[in-house]
């Protein structure tokens, strides 16, 4: 081994080696849920929605917020285009990059795959409901020390998803951490970081947020 390979840090990793470690599979094991379909729920309670808007009332970091929504409207623009809360963004809006990650009851899910008519009744958490510039979270601060952010729109999503991450795997390994975060992708290659600030957070935590 050179003594190159014996100066690397368990933290440098490329954008390529860090797709190739957690896979495409990664976003399909657990990332998305608790969402329930939004048709069986109406079904269930004898109702029908739509073709118009509906009055809805949704639970946003322990407010409650009322809004009149078409049933096809998802929860992310729901958020960012009748509610104003824009930190959660959209990027890709096809359940593929993470960034528009959000809670429902502590489960991490895609905000863009989830209508908001049936994320009624659910705790929702968003990256505002986390921290404030002054007043952030431990995950937050350690985005900042670590650098694990550039161009920041995938940046709260992957805040959020590091949260929960966090929270539900106290100690995890460096692998556990990869695998775990694969759901979320940044275009800015700021992996390393990311990978550094959920591997440390995990460890001195101790699932807490």
Request: glycine letters at 12%; a neutral charge.
């Amino acid at each position: 081994m050179s003594q190159k390979d014996n100066d690397r840090s368990p933290f440098d990793m490329s954008r390529r080696g860090f797709l190739k470690g957690v896979g495409a599979g990664a976003v399909a094991t657990g990332l998305i849920q608790g969402a329930t379909d939004a048709k069986e729920t109406l079904a269930a309670a004898g109702n029908t929605a739509g073709p118009g808007k509906v009055p809805i009332s949704l639970t946003i970091n322990g407010t409650k917020r009322s809004l009149e929504v078409e049933p096809r409207v998802t929860l992310l623009d729901a958020l960012r285009n009748r509610l104003d809360s824009t930190g959660t963004k959209k990027v890709c809006d096809r359940g593929t990059c993470g960034s528009c990650t959000v809670m429902l009851d502590g489960d991490v899910v895609y905000a863009c795959s989830v209508l908001a008519i049936e994320a009624q009744g659910r705790e929702i958490t968003t990256i505002e409901g986390l921290g404030t510039p002054d007043n952030m979270s431990p995950i937050q601060e350690s985005f900042v020390e670590k650098d694990a952010l550039q161009c920041g729109f995938c940046t709260p999503g992957f805040v959020v998803a590091t949260t929960a991450f966090v929270r539900d795997n106290p100690n995890a390994t460096l692998e556990e951490v990869r695998n775990g975060m694969g759901g979320n992708l940044c275009r800015c290659g700021t992996y390393a970081g990311i990978t550094e600030v959920a591997y440390e957070q995990a460890k001195t935590s101790k699932g807490g947020a």
